[in-house]
């Protein structure tokens, strides 16, 4: 009674407020018609209304979104990529059902357009060539998202991509710099010292290093040092001794949460779960001697992608936030009808965040088919008036990772008469 109001004499319905096909794709009322007679006849019809979808909704940017909401991200690759590398991919759905929900992706703006393609279907932003030395170190990129709405709606991405040379110095420059000064200074005395004792020293260095080898011990040490070379702040530092040879992990970029695995000889470093994809620290070599002589080498560190994030399905949400939802069809709709898409998407980047749907069950086979790459459920045949006025569909979406995660919708299509109400019965 809320949607609605009647003329009495007229019989003209009008409606009382917008209807909204993602809420209410469906609904019926009864009109009853009586005569001044006495006694009163009257006679009553049903009306089915059904809700035309429109394109209201626009496209939402799912990623890259930034601390503030807004649609905007940065993403680091090395310079030495080749092309086809992935740099990232833009993620947006649509709470419209059907064709006007349909995203296509495309570059609004970018700096190069030699060197970035994105894929107008999935959304993906890869390299077109590898990069020169006279190649920009920053790229901004446009990404521009539209539905497939009669008046398309559109929603648009920044994507900042930030060149970066495959090997850079994160290590303290001023540890660096005080070691290579001291290694320019006493180069040549060290050199004139050692051609002038090699040969006298020779037999007292092979005693010593057995006499070494023999009393030979291991000690493991983990500690966090305040460094004040590093700007003050905190930098973790972590030595290994063997024998008369001391190592030691330095770098402000170093996890404190890192540890040395004991019983591989010290080399092995665990670090803990971090959102960054690569790192780096220098590895300082100290001997015993007198003075003390010391190498370093710098240690660069790339993690590689784990499938960890499961597919989170968009649509069909219920009310009560699981993913189910009801369908509603005309029993004469022919083969290849649309009845839905099932929407997901997966936090994973590259291969762990492809999605593929099947459908798991389904009560009867021979009436509905799923694209396995799109989520699209179409009807396979015509109905029959033997087919049941219920189907129970449940979809699973799987990501594409070594070990796949995956998640379940549940679908209700329900086939409905094609009677609509002949609002004309009095006339």
């Known amino acids: 009674m809320s949607f609605l109001n009647i003329n009495s004499e ?35 019809v049903t009306v089915n209304v059904f809700i035309l979808d429109q394109n209201d909704n626009a496209p939402v940017i799912l990623y890259p979104v930034s601390s503030n909401g807004s649609a905007e991200g940065v993403e680091e690759i090395p310079r030495n990529v080749n092309a086809g590398h992935l740099v990232t991919k833009v993620r947006a759905y649509d709470a419209d059902i059907g064709y006007n929900g349909w995203l296509l992706f495309s570059l609004q703006d970018v700096t190069d357009h030699s060197l970035f393609g994105l894929d ?9 060539r590898s990069f020169t030395e006279t190649d920009e170190a920053e790229h901004k990129l446009v990404i521009l998202v539209k539905d497939n709405g009669n008046v398309s709606l559109s929603a648009t991405a920044t994507v900042l991509v930030k060149v970066v040379e495959p090997k850079e110095a994160f290590a303290a420059s001023d540890v660096k710099s005080a070691t290579k000064d001291e290694e320019d200074n006493n180069v040549t005395f060290y050199l004139m010292i050692t051609l002038g004792s090699v040969s006298t020293l020779f037999l007292i260095s092979i005693i010593v290093l057995i006499a070494m080898q023999c009393s030979k011990t291991t000690d493991y040490t983990s500690k966090y040092l305040q460094e004040t070379n590093y700007d003050g702040t905190l930098c973790h530092s972590i030595q290994y001794r063997s024998g008369d040879k ?22 092995t470093l665990v670090l803990p779960d971090r959102r960054g994809t690569s790192g780096e620290f220098q590895v300082v070599a100290t001997d015993s001697g007198t003075p003390s002589l010391s190498s370093n080498v710098t240690v660069n560190v790339f993690i590689l992608d784990q499938n960890d994030n499961a597919p ?15 369908e509603e069809i005309p029993r004469n709709v022919n083969a290849g009808h649309l009845v839905t898409k099932v929407r997901a998407y997966d936090a994973d980047i590259g291969y762990n965040g492809w999605l593929l749907f099947s459908l798991q069950d389904v009560t009867d086979h021979s009436l509905f088919g799923l694209d396995r790459y799109t989520g699209q459920i179409r009807t396979l045949r015509s109905f029959t008036e033997t087919d049941e006025a219920e189907h129970k569909l449940v979809i699973l979406v799987k990501d594409n990772g070594n070990v796949s995660l995956s998640a379940t919708a549940t679908v209700l299509v329900k086939v409905v008469e094609p009677k609509e109400a002949l609002l004309l019965l009095l006339v």
């Open 10 to 44: 007229t019989g003209d319905i009008l409606a009382l407020k917008s209807f909204d096909f993602e809420t209410l794709k469906t609904f019926q009322f009864q009109v009853v018609a009586t005569d001044s007679g006495t006694p009163s006849l009257s006679s009553n």
């Open 120 to 128: 107008r279907y999935t959304g993906q932003i890869r390299t077109l």
């Open 246 to 267: 001391r190592y030691m992990l330095v770098g402000p970029r170093m996890s404190i949460g890192s540890t040395i695995v004991p019983g591989s000889h010290a080399n």
């Open 312 to 326: 989170v399905i968009l649509y069909p949400v219920s009310s009560n936030g699981s993913a189910e939802g009801v």
